[in-house]
């Protein structure tokens, strides 16, 4: 449907009919997409369609950039069709799950390296004064005898792996490890212990992660663009000159997710942070990055001071969360706008929420944000989402729910949103 300034507050913006096309990709994805857990992962043929999208409407697409790029899908699928991309994630999880993602590896090469590893784990001492055995967050989610082994593994990844590219992808493979190991419960989308859990063996889980990675990496038929992946609060970015032809990203999510907070076994045993909830702090969506309210509910347009004003009434702290959520969106669609070559197009992808029975129309606000920033042939689609286990939910109260406690479901359907400079 096209929206414009006229129409975009009085269209209902749930009844958009689903348009089948964005729903389910036509072949299957390449295994290099799921290399890494990532939460709010999006689907990688919406990349593919977004290209496809700018080209019909006039637009060569040479360079692409993905604002939240997240665990790299736009990245990975950009430089696999030729194109090149400039990422950013304020997560550095994030960042090198993309980084390992947007390169191809020498089959050989893996191998080699993951026979020293092997070795130079067999002789590595623990070292009993190392930090990790302090840190308070890593003695909660291992037992002593994991941290052992999971040092010891780190070290010789550390010590054999001497090229930064190879030593990324290890990495990545250590990353995606540390859940399974742990006494994380499993799928779960809120930080909790399972206290029935057996964690899987580290060198096991490891010799099937790097198998896997393999295999993926196996399946690439070529890389021929070049990934600039930057591990930055995109918020604080500066644009003199716009060097970009298309945009596609899915924002975070408005106060569900916890980034920092579900990485945090990554970032404590990658050596990020001693402390994950430093990662909170400019990270879009966190319940624990918000400034003055006033100052910011001056700043909101009409659709989100409407919204925010709505949510005070029932609950003062979610709309402060909510007020700063908009205004770091307003803040991000007009770096998108400087960032754009003109005629450039962006495409977000965007689920509308409901909090305590007052509907967050998150699809108008970003409307309301490309009109304001000048942005023309606006079209909102509807899609179905297919990714089931970590598409947060929320009960009666608010609260976030697993699905099986949960008594409604939120985001089932999300907008396309595409827009031209
Ligand atoms: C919905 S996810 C993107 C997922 C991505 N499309 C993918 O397929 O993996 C949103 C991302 O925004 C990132 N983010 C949140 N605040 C940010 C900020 N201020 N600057 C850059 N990235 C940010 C989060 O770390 C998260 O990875």
């Known amino acids: 449907m096209n929206v414009n300034i006229h129409n975009f507050n ?10 089948p096309e964005w729903n389910l990709p036509e072949k299957r994805e390449n295994r290099m997409h799921s290399i890494h857990a990532y939460p709010a992962k999006f689907p990688a043929f919406i990349t593919t369609k977004a290209i496809e999208k700018a080209s019909q409407n006039g637009i060569t697409v040479n360079n692409i950039a993905d604002i939240f790029c997240g665990c790299g899908t736009v990245a990975f699928e950009s430089v696999c069709a030729g194109r090149n991309f400039w990422g950013y994630d304020i997560n550095p999880v994030a960042t090198l799950i993309a980084s390992t993602k947007s390169c191809s590896y020498d089959d050989c090469r893996i191998e080699a390296y993951y026979t020293s590893i092997l070795e130079a784990f067999e002789v590595c001492q623990i070292d009993e004064q190392n930090s990790v ?3 308070e967050r890593i003695n909660y989610w291992f037992s002593k005898t994991q941290i052992d082994l999971l040092l010891r593994l780190r070290t010789a990844i550390y010590t054999s792996v001497d090229n930064q590219r190879y030593l990324n992808f290890f990495l990545c ?7 399974p190991c742990s006494k994380w419960l499993t799928k779960s989308i809120k930080p909790q212990v399972d206290p029935n859990k057996a964690p899987k063996s580290p060198l096991e889980a490891f010799a099937f992660q790097i198998n896997m990675m393999r295999k993926a990496n196996k399946e690439i038929e070529g890389i021929r663009g070049v990934a600039h992946i930057n591990t930055a609060n995109f918020l604080e970015q500066q644009f003199d000159e716009p060097f970009i032809d298309l945009v596609v990203t899915s924002p975070p999510y408005v ?6 907070d579900l990485h945090q076994l990554s970032t404590l045993w ?7 909830k430093t990662f909170r702090e400019g990270t879009i969506g966190s319940l624990f990055h918000s400034e003055d309210f006033q100052l910011n ?10 919204i925010v004003s709505s949510l005070a009434k029932v609950d003062r702290r979610k709309a402060k ?14 770096k998108v706008a400087k960032m754009l070559n003109q005629n450039g197009a962006c495409l977000f992808v965007i689920g509308n929420t409901e909090y305590k029975g007052i509907h967050i129309n998150n699809a108008q606000h970003l409307v309301e944000c490309l009109i304001s920033e000048g942005f023309e042939n606006i079209e909102v689609d509807r899609r179905k989402i297919s990714n089931k286990i970590l598409t947060p939910y929320r009960d009666a109260n608010g609260k976030f729910a697993s699905i099986a406690e949960s008594s409604r479901k939120i985001y089932s359907e999300e907008f ?3 827009a031209q400079k």
Not at 173 to 179: M, P, Q
Not at 270 to 276: I, K, Q, R, S, V
């Open 133 to 135: 055995y302090k840190n």
């Open 321 to 334: 969360s909510v007020a700063q959520y908009y205004v770091d969106m307003q803040l991000a669609i007009s």
């Open 255 to 260: 106060t569900s997710y916890e980034y920092a």
């Open 173 to 179: 493979a250590f990353s995606n490890i540390l859940k």
């Open 270 to 276: 990658l050596g990020y942070t001693d402390d994950f």
């Open 10 to 19: 009085t269209i209902d913006f749930d009844s958009i009919a689903i348009q």
């Open 416 to 418: 396309v949103i595409f």
């Open 297 to 306: 509910q001056d700043k909101l347009n009409k659709t989100g001071s409407e």
